[in-house]
């Protein structure tokens, strides 16, 4: 059973920068499609970013050049670097892992931008 554990979130100023954390455990995390999801007030969760497990990644385009995935497989642990924040990015961050066909989600991290 995989677990997910997020981190890092706050409150930032618009143009500021946060990384969240996401600690996995229970599973091969080398074997498992990591990502990030947000879900702000009112709307429905849209997927921001993957990391295939050949480290491939994907971005949607609200937050390409911004935001930047990574994984360190030693830690079991991937990343969310988010630079130039714009008050459009508040919303609550929720890791995903897809391990095996079958897709797992953290407990969410608070960002707020004002």
């Known amino acids: 059973h995989v677990q997910l554990v997020e981190s890092g979130g706050g409150s930032a100023q618009a143009g500021g920068s946060l990384k969240l954390s996401c600690a996995a455990s229970?599973?091969?995390?080398?074997?498992?499609?990591m990502g990030w999801s947000r879900q702000a007030p009112g709307k429905e969760r849209e997927l921001v970013t993957t990391?295939?497990?050949?480290?491939?990644?994907t971005y949607a385009n609200s937050v390409k050049g911004r935001f930047t995935i990574s994984r360190d497989n030693a830690k079991n642990t991937v990343y969310l670097s988010m630079n130039s924040l714009k008050t459009e990015d508040t919303a609550v961050y929720y890791c995903?892992?897809?391990?095996?066909?079958?897709?797992?989600w953290g407990k969410g991290t608070q960002v707020t931008v004002s």
């Open positions: 990391s295939t497990k050949d480290t491939t990644t």
């Open positions: 229970g599973y091969a995390f080398d074997n498992c499609a």
């Open positions: 995903r892992a897809l391990c095996s066909g079958l897709l797992y």
